[in-house]
């Protein structure tokens, strides 16, 4: 049997964001295949375990630094090695910029490029983290898995060899929420009948402030928008909203088991992020039947297709009218949120664990 090493450190993360969801959800998924291999998590020390919604599905070994330290060492020093925390692996999977040294052969997540398209938007220390990412996973990665086809060509383009790029979408498990269920998270965050929703990270790639400036265009008869999600960085939550007074509600952080039925419960789901790898939150909205509103132009657009409205994420206008055509068109919500949940039906978890379990069939033999 195959003994795989992955990554999963980023489950700690304060802010874990997709990266944490994904890995877990592709690691679960390749665990239930009959010719499974035998999967171990890495990461750093730590004196408690993960949110509970966050806890790996794998066994976890634990290197004896901290985060901080650790990721310092497997970037700049390149050591320790996978293997003097796991013992002998036959492949090392990093599932997120945190690439780790090792003598096994290695496989990198690429969930996106951001760093080199908005500089601004990372920290100095952050930008030098992911610029080092790349730089060794263009050096050492044997095979690259991207959730996307745009990311796959992103990472072609800035010199990444096309032969070793694999295209590895994430999927969704479907969840159909009953309506005692929708109508308790209504009544658990004071929401009405009629609401755009936004779940995600705030952080300024994901664009909140056109998507408050929509809002705001389409006067004071719009629907209520409802964020979802946790803080970020470089973004005041408060801020960005306070322009709609009334008619927002922040709600943090939703955990995973609700969040099926908050999807089911908005009218438009609006995410006119700058770049996405993939777009996880745009699939669990469609995956409900709620009609999308996204960016051209990036990996959401490739993962919508006709299933969703796809705008110039630049233009408040362009996104205000997305969102008011269909806030005024039950006929069209309806058509789009049948087609996106017919287009979420492809995506499937097994499908990801298939592909992911062929990449370290290939590097294993």
């Known amino acids: 049997m195959t003994r795989v090493a992955a990554v999963v450190e ?14 877990n959800a592709q690691l679960a998924a390749v665990l239930a295949l009959d010719d499974a291999p035998d999967l171990v998590g890495v990461a750093a020390r730590h004196r408690h375990p993960p949110p509970s919604d966050l806890v790996p599905p794998v066994p976890v070994r634990h290197a004896p630094l901290p985060r901080r330290a650790l990721y310092a060492g497997w970037l700049w020093a390149r050591r320790p090695s996978v293997e003097s925390i796991t013992g002998p692996v036959d492949v090392v999977h990093a599932t997120s910029a945190a690439v780790p040294p090792t003598a096994a052969p290695l496989v990198v997540t690429v969930h996106d490029l951001a760093f080199l398209h908005f500089p601004d938007h990372a920290s100095r220390n952050g930008q030098r983290f992911f610029e080092r990412s790349w730089q060794i996973t263009k050096r050492e990665a044997d095979l690259v898995l991207c959730p996307s086809r745009a990311t796959a060509d992103d990472c072609i383009s800035h010199g990444l060899s096309a032969d070793r790029a694999r295209v590895v979408p994430w999927g969704v498990q479907p969840v159909e929420p009953s309506t005692e269920q929708i109508a308790a998270l209504r009544r658990r965050h004071g929401l009405g009948d009629e609401f755009v929703l936004f779940v995600g990270t705030v952080e300024p790639r994901k664009n909140l402030r056109r998507l408050v400036g929509a809002l705001q265009r389409l006067g004071p008869t719009a629907p209520l928008l409802v964020v979802a999600g946790p803080a970020g960085w470089d973004d005041d939550i408060t801020a960005i909203t306070a322009p709609l007074g ?8 939703v955990p995973a088991a609700d969040l099926p039925a908050l999807h089911a419960a ?3 789901f609006a995410w006119p992020s700058l770049l996405e790898g993939f777009g996880l939150p745009v699939l669990d909205a469609m995956a409900q039947g709620v009609p999308v509103v996204t960016s051209a132009g990036t990996a959401t657009e490739e993962v919508v297709g006709a299933g969703g409205v796809c705008v110039d994420p630049r233009s408040v206008e362009a996104i205000a009218d997305a969102i008011g055509d269909l806030i005024a068109s039950p006929q069209l919500r ?9 287009r979420a039906a492809g995506y499937t978890w097994q499908r990801t664990a298939e592909l992911t379990a062929a990449a370290y069939r290939e590097l294993a033999e």
């Open 266 to 268: 908005a009218t438009v």
């Open 10 to 23: 980023q489950c700690w993360h304060a802010v874990p964001g997709g990266t944490a969801i994904s890995t």
């Open 246 to 253: 009334e008619r927002v509600r922040t709600i943090g952080y």
């Open 334 to 342: 309806g058509h789009l949120g049948a087609a996106g949940r017919a």
